[in-house]
Antibody
Framework: QVQLRESGPGLVKPSETLSLTCTVSGVSFSTGNYYLSWIRQPPGKGLEWIGYVYYNGATNYNPALKSRVSMSLDTSKNQFSLKLTSLTAVDTAVYYC????????????????WGPGTMVTVSS | IQLTQSPSSLSASVGDRVTITCRASQGYSNFLAWYQQKPGQAPKLLIYSASTLQSGVPSRFSGSGSGTEFTLTISSLQPEDFATYYCQQLYAYPLTFGGGTRVEIK
């Protein structure tokens, strides 16, 4: 059974860089055809897709955040990471990692497995 | 692509039939998913490709629609269904979500 879990600092100062890690268990990245995404949700608000990274390292980012975002994979550790630079208070949110649903060889772009989320507060 | 859900909230009783609508500013075919989110939890995928029930989801949930108008129906509301529901378009990047519909106990 595939499980995801986010980890990282709960509090970050404005203008600093956020680094989060998502550890995937129950499957090896070496099986291929994996898209892994980051999604965030400000307190009391809706969901925002940040981007995804493919198992071969290719990425696709939300244009609204593209200039500040980078994602990468560490296949040896079954982990993928998110970096978000130049933080402000509007980046305060619960950050989720999630697996993109693939049915057969078709990528559906829905998210079928989610981590529990990690709250990140941007404050001095 | 902007997604507009209606209503933004509703009150219903156990056993009621509940329908939530999601309208997209543009779209094509069946490129839509629905999620359920309970307080303090991650969203849970209910339906994808507009009408395909995700494995393990009860059959009282159903989805329909095409193009730019979609609906999520709960045929007989159960106590565990009180939650917030989100639609998500699968048609174009960036992937986007609706604003949510909160289903509360009447």
């Amino acid at each position: 059974q595939v499980q995801l879990r986010e980890s990282g600092p709960g509090l970050v100062k404005p203008s600093e860089t956020l680094s989060l890690t998502c550890t995937v268990s129950g499957v090896s990245f070496s099986t291929g055809n994996y898209y892994l995404s980051w999604i965030r949700q400000p307190p009391g608000k809706g969901l925002e897709w940040i981007g995804y990274v493919y198992y071969n390292g290719a990425t696709n980012y939300n244009p609204a955040l593209k200039s500040r975002v980078s994602m990468s994979l560490d296949t040896s550790k079954n982990q993928f990471s998110l970096k978000l630079t130049s933080l402000t208070a509007v980046d305060t949110a619960v950050y989720y990692c999630a697996r993109v649903l693939v049915v057969g060889r078709k990528v559906i772009d829905a998210f079928d497995v989610w981590g529990p989320g990690t709250m990140v507060t941007v404050s001095s | 692509i902007q997604l507009t859900q209606s209503p933004s909230s509703l009150s219903a009783s156990v056993g009621d039939r509940v329908t939530i609508t999601c309208r997209a500013s543009q779209g094509y075919s069946n490129f839509l998913a629905w999620y359920q989110q309970k307080p303090g939890q991650a969203p849970k995928l209910l339906i994808y490709s507009a009408s395909t029930l995700q494995s393990g989801v009860p059959s009282r949930f159903s989805g329909s629609g095409s193009g730019t108008e979609f609906t999520l129906t709960i045929s007989s509301l159960q106590p565990e269904d009180f939650a917030t529901y989100y639609c998500q378009q699968l048609y174009a990047y960036p992937l986007t979500f609706g604003g949510g519909t909160r289903v509360e106990i009447k």
